[in-house]
């Protein structure tokens, strides 16, 4: 079997991505080994979304390449979103706000096209992963648009921001593979459940960190001595 150099590409992209993603989760976060493997992560992430949404187009899948135009939004939004001072926004900020507006506005139409036509889908997708997927993307709009309202995001919100939009494109990764090309494993794995846990995993790290980051923000706040405490330490 021959690859196109651009799919070899893709490929080593997505594995290295695969790879990196999960070490990034399972290290402690805002170690050194975190911020390797994160930045690796984006790096390979950017590349991987970048080439697949280009073999998306090209193969008239137009889910696929709206679903690498939004992968590539996610990763560079969490990263501006670390990278950034609390309470910080940008003329970038307003600029990305496009992007999950338009997707989403695009897999709202084709999800409609898909549920009106006579088999029910749209290049081979049914239009209900396009309607999931944009509301999906209007919600990341709906966030980005609270921001900028708000002028920007500050403490656990800037943290959650960052995770679950690094969370999310690494599942849309790992959907892509285990879910989307089972056909490229052996046969033993597709008859079980072990394609489809790997697939969801990054959903289930997700949710366990913003648990986490969310407890522990709020253990933080309740372990805070009042006005009063203070003022009894410092006399």
């Known amino acids: 079997m ?5 799919l070899t590409f893709h490929i080593c992209a997505g594995t290295v991505g695969l790879l990196s993603g999960a070490a990034a989760m399972f290290f402690r976060k805002g170690s050194h080994r975190h911020r390797v493997t994160g930045n690796v ?22 889910l696929n390449g709206l679903m690498g135009v939004l ?18 926004t ?45 509301s999906v993307a209007l919600l990341l709009a709906a966030g980005d648009i609270r921001m900028l309202v708000r002028g920007g995001v500050s403490g656990a919100q800037r943290v959650t921001r960052h995770l679950w939009r690094m969370s999310f494109a690494l599942f849309i990764a790992a959907g892509s593979l285990f879910m989307g090309q ?5 046969a033993l794995l597709r008859k079980t459940n072990v394609l489809f846990i790997l697939g969801i995993l990054p959903l289930i790290l997700m949710i366990f960190w913003l648990f986490r980051v969310r407890f522990a923000n709020a253990y933080k706040r309740k372990s805070a001595p009042s006005r009063g405490d203070l003022y009894s330490l410092r006399a």
């Open 2 to 6: 021959s690859f196109s150099p651009l």
């Open 41 to 62: 992560f984006v790096i390979s992430m950017l590349c991987l979304s970048v080439s697949g949404a280009y073999l998306g187009f090209m193969k008239h899948q137009t």
């Open 90 to 134: 940008g003329i970038v900020d307003w600029g990305a706000l496009l992007v999950p507006l338009t997707v989403g506005a695009s897999l709202a139409v084709y999800g409609f096209q898909a549920a009106n036509s006579q088999t029910g889908t749209k290049g081979g997708f049914p239009a209900a992963a396009y309607f999931i997927f944009g």
């Open 71 to 88: 992968t590539f939004y996610l990763v560079a939004t969490a990263w501006l979103t670390a990278r950034r001072r609390d309470g910080e």
């Open 182 to 186: 089972q056909q490229v494993f052996p």
